[in-house]
Structure formats: C-alpha cells, structure tokens
C-alpha cells in the first residue's frame, strides 16, 4: 500500500500563490507517475497537472503558464507550485501516484489518491 500526505492548502486572494505539496509512503517499488487533481461540488474530479518519471508533463490548458508542477524521485514527493491563482481555481486539490509496490512477495500496481487540501481563491 501508498499513502499519499497532501499540505499546503489554504485561503488566498485573488493573484496570490500557494505550493502545496504531496509525500508518498509505504511499500513502494517505483512510482511511474504523481499528480494534482482538484473538484468542486458537482463536478467530475480533473487533471490539473501531472509528472512522469521521465519528467514528462501535463498540464491543463486552464492552468498554463500559473501553475509548475516538480517532483523529487528520490523523496517520493511532488510539488504544484500555484501562482496568479483565479477565483476559479477554488477547489479541493487531490495528490495522485501511479505506483507499483512489492510486498511479502506480492506485486501489485494500482492508482492512489491523497485525502485532498482545500484551495480557496477569495477577497
């Protein structure tokens, strides 16, 4: 098992910045891929920005050019550093990892989610 600790959340005005930040934990073997999701009530959970392990990046086109996603492979751990935040980018924030674990013999690869942080953009 993973275990995802998500910080960083909190209240910002509009144009304000925020990092949060997402540590990894557990029986991992190799994390292939870790990410930011948020959602707000009533809608879909969606991909802000995500990093492989080849350093690949994806970002949505709605956060371009504010957001910065880094990752340090070594601490399992991954970054969102989150400037000229909009009203709009109220949401809870979820940490992904696409990780493969070995255990008592036992292999696996799954998807794991954070709890989530609460981002509120507001004057």
């Known amino acids: 098992q993973v275990q995802l600790v998500e910080s960083g959340g909190g209240l910002v005005q509009p144009g304000g910045s925020l990092r949060l930040s997402c540590a990894a934990s557990g029986s991992i073997f190799r994390i292939n891929a870790m990410g930011w999701y948020r959602q707000t009530p009533g809608k879909e959970r969606e991909l802000v920005a995500a990093i492989t392990s080849d350093g690949s990046i994806n970002y949505a086109d709605s956060v371009k050019g504010r957001f910065t996603i880094s990752r340090d492979i070594a601490k399992n751990t991954v970054l969102l550093q989150m400037n000229s935040l909009k009203p709009e980018d109220t949401a809870v924030y979820y940490c992904?990892?696409?990780?493969?674990?070995?255990?008592?013999?036992?292999?696996?690869?799954?998807?794991?989610w954070g709890q989530g942080t609460q981002v509120t953009v507001s004057s």
């Open positions: 992904n990892a696409d990780a493969e674990t070995y255990a008592s013999g036992i292999y696996d690869r799954s998807n794991y």
